[in-house]
């Protein structure tokens, strides 16, 4: 009778979860500057976006390779991406499951993780949030085991390596995640540093030969190790004052529109450290050091999505590592239950026809945007079925725009809006992005004020369109003519050429 009613639980945790995603399924823009470079690499272009130049648009490779993989087998992109992230989602629940071994505590999070629109948004927007919360939890299992041999004295040496392999992931799913991983992950390789050298060095290849491997390819394919849209956020020349401001409203944001989020961060991670147990130290020492982290870049233009990493693998831990009464448990679901009711906007009250759309209701007075609101009419599943298979969708403006473009004899356009537009481009013409997104030249220069969080536009240099448009260097101003020069060798030049390696070099080091 037990086991049946654990099975209702979980069954019911699982349904609930896959009903919510359905219901507010929808991919974000950002997501279709991901799928014209997966259409660029089976046009047989490589993986890059403009069809004329090496660059990386994507800043999860594992994310990439994946969607690109499935789409081998379809040709919808769309129903690819969420087919893989509904899986991804249920997995992770799945491996919640593993890691708590309570019902009533695994039903809980799964109350508080359909609460939570910073972390729910994502699940289903095409981003690589859904491969991350999968992997973060396969991480946080392999975490909680050695926890539990630590205290019952036994050694693991395979829990080990696991673990060790979802941190070289979780670096390719996402740089910045290293944050948030990288605490626990000291920890235990400190611990096992009495093994054999061969054991720890296997280990270290484990947890470093992902990131070092496609740091390597991307190198020399791409000519930098880093995503082109790395350079283009993090390189602006802004003050780092003014992004610290801007990180703090990212925050004022979150608890303003999504106040769960935040609140049930901060609960948790003070839970942890005051647990006093070095295994949940540590793991809240990975959370305040990617909140560091996201208040240093100044946050995002997506609501709460910075966020989500922490919130998950925060909730993991402290159901995972602290005990938690029956009452505790059960006033947890009675609130979230009262949050459901009494707030409109959480992922569980939202309606199938969700809309803000309108730029006033969508952007709040920090330049932060509800994200899934501003484009759920355009890209739901709910758009998607009516649609019914017509020509462009999503049926957007910068789509029609991409189409006609695509449909014209012009073969060069500029854009800042490059995820609908460059999608239904297709694959032969070049876009310049004044947003530097996918122009690694752009992406080298400050951005210009006003700026919006994550939207750091650049101004184009004089001859800079000319210069695209017939294939020659024609800036008029000599320090960027020479700049243009080297960025064209390494993104557009012969792959193995000694001038290329050279120039490559350069670039990363910095010299003049």
């Given at each position: 009778?037990?086991?049946?009613?654990?099975?209702?639980?979980?069954?019911?945790?699982?349904?609930?979860?896959?009903?919510?995603?359905?219901?507010?399924?929808?991919?974000?823009?950002?997501?279709?500057?991901?799928?014209?470079?997966?259409?660029?690499?089976?046009?047989?272009?490589?993986?890059?976006?403009?069809?004329?130049?090496?660059?990386?648009?994507?800043?999860?490779?594992?994310?990439?390779?994946?969607?690109?993989?499935?789409?081998?087998?379809?040709?919808?992109?769309?129903?690819?991406?969420?087919?893989?992230?509904?899986?991804?989602?249920?997995?992770?629940?799945?491996?919640?499951?593993?890691?708590?071994?309570?019902?009533?505590?695994?039903?809980?999070?799964?109350?508080?993780?359909?609460?939570?629109?910073?972390?729910?948004?994502?699940?289903?927007?095409?981003?690589?949030?859904?491969?991350?919360?999968?992997?973060?939890?396969?991480?946080?299992?392999?975490?909680?085991?050695?926890?539990?041999?630590?205290?019952?004295?036994?050694?693991?040496?395979?829990?080990?390596?696991?673990?060790?392999?979802?941190?070289?992931?979780?670096?390719?799913?996402?740089?910045?995640?290293?944050?948030?991983?990288?605490?626990?992950?000291?920890?235990?390789?400190?611990?096992?540093?009495?093994?054999?050298?061969?054991?720890?060095?296997?280990?270290?290849?484990?947890?470093?030969?992902?990131?070092?491997?496609?740091?390597?390819?991307?190198?020399?394919?791409?000519?930098?190790?880093?995503?082109?849209?790395?350079?283009?956020?993090?390189?602006?020349?802004?003050?780092?004052?003014?992004?610290?401001?801007?990180g703090g409203k990212y925050f004022l944001s979150?608890?303003?529109?999504?106040?769960?989020?935040?609140?049930?961060?901060?609960?948790?991670?003070?839970?942890?450290?005051?647990s006093r147990n070095k295994y949940a130290l540590?793991?809240?020492?990975?959370?305040?050091?990617?909140?560091?982290?996201?208040?240093?870049?100044?946050?995002?233009?997506?609501?709460?999505?910075?966020?989500?990493?922490?919130?998950?693998?925060?909730?993991?831990?402290?159901?995972?590592?602290?005990?938690?009464?029956?009452?505790?448990?059960?006033?947890?679901?009675?609130?979230?239950?009262?949050?459901?009711?009494?707030?409109?906007?959480?992922?569980?009250?939202?309606?199938?026809?969700?809309?803000?759309?309108?730029?006033?209701?969508?952007?709040?007075?920090?330049?932060?945007?509800?994200?899934?609101?501003?484009?759920?009419?355009?890209?739901?599943?709910?758009?998607?079925?009516?649609?019914?298979?017509?020509?462009?969708?999503?049926?957007?403006?910068?789509?029609?725009?991409?189409?006609?473009?695509?449909?014209?004899?012009?073969?060069?356009?500029?854009?800042?809006?490059?995820?609908?537009?460059?999608?239904?481009?297709?694959?032969?013409?070049?876009?310049?992005?004044?947003?530097?997104?996918?122009?690694?030249?752009?992406?080298?220069?400050?951005?210009?004020?006003?700026?919006?969080?994550?939207?750091?536009?650049?101004?184009?240099?004089?001859?800079?369109?000319?210069?695209?448009?017939?294939?020659?260097?024609?800036?008029?101003?000599?320090?960027?003519?020479?700049?243009?020069?080297?960025?064209?060798?390494?993104?557009?030049?012969?792959?193995?050429?000694?001038?290329?390696?050279?120039?490559?070099?350069?670039?990363?080091?910095?010299?003049?």
């Open positions: 009778m037990l086991r049946r009613m654990e099975n209702f639980i979980y069954l019911s945790g699982m349904l609930l979860f896959t009903i919510v995603f359905i219901k507010n399924a929808w991919i974000a823009e950002d997501a279709y500057i991901l799928f014209r470079s997966i259409e660029q690499l089976f046009a047989g272009n490589g993986p890059v976006w403009n069809p004329h130049e090496r660059v990386q648009v994507f800043t999860s490779p594992l994310w990439y390779f994946l969607n690109s993989f499935l789409r081998i087998f379809s040709h919808d992109v769309y129903i690819n991406c969420l087919a893989l992230s509904l899986l991804l989602c249920l997995s992770s629940l799945y491996v919640l499951k593993q890691i708590v071994n309570a019902p009533m505590k695994w039903m809980c999070i799964v109350f508080l993780l359909v609460s939570s629109k910073g972390f729910f948004d994502f699940t289903s927007s095409g981003i690589e949030n859904a491969l991350a919360y999968f992997l973060l939890t396969l991480f946080l299992l392999y975490f909680s085991r050695l926890k539990r041999n630590a205290d019952t004295c036994t050694k693991s040496y395979r829990d080990c390596f696991l673990l060790m392999i979802c941190f070289g992931l979780l670096l390719i799913c996402r740089h910045d995640l290293l944050t948030l991983t990288l605490p626990p992950a000291l920890l235990v390789y400190w611990e096992q540093r009495r093994l054999p050298k061969t054991k720890l060095c296997l280990l270290l290849a484990a947890g470093l030969s992902p990131i070092i491997l496609w740091s390597l390819f991307s190198l020399i394919y791409y000519g930098f190790p880093f995503p082109n849209t790395a350079y283009a956020k993090l390189h602006t020349g802004i003050p780092r004052g003014e992004l610290w401001a801007q979150s608890l303003q529109h999504d106040s769960v989020t935040v609140t049930a961060i901060a609960v948790a991670t003070i839970t942890l450290v005051l540590f793991v809240a020492g990975g959370i305040l050091l990617n909140l560091f982290y996201v208040m240093n870049v100044g946050g995002d233009f997506m609501q709460g999505r910075f966020l989500s990493y922490a919130y998950l693998i925060s909730l993991c831990a402290v159901f995972s590592f602290v005990n938690i009464s029956f009452k505790t448990l059960a006033s947890i679901m009675i609130v979230c239950l009262a949050y459901w009711l009494n707030f409109a906007d959480t992922p569980v009250a939202t309606p199938i026809n969700y809309n803000k759309s309108n730029s006033y209701k969508a952007i709040d007075k920090y330049g932060i945007a509800d994200e899934r609101g501003f484009f759920f009419p355009s890209t739901s599943i709910w758009a998607y079925v009516k649609n019914n298979g017509r020509i462009p969708f999503p049926y957007y403006s910068t789509s029609i725009n991409g189409l006609n473009f695509r449909l014209s004899e012009t073969m060069v356009s500029i854009s800042g809006y490059i995820g609908f537009y460059g999608y239904w481009t297709g694959t032969q013409k070049i876009i310049i992005d004044f947003h530097a997104l996918a122009d690694p030249f752009l992406a080298r220069l400050p951005a210009i004020t006003p700026w919006r969080i994550g939207h750091f536009q650049r101004k184009l240099p004089e001859g800079y369109v000319d210069s695209v448009r017939s294939g020659r260097n024609l800036l008029k101003d000599l320090k960027l003519r020479q700049l243009y020069e080297e960025t064209k060798i390494i993104a557009q030049g012969p792959l193995w050429s000694r001038e290329r390696m050279f120039a490559i070099i350069k670039a990363n080091m910095g010299i003049e």
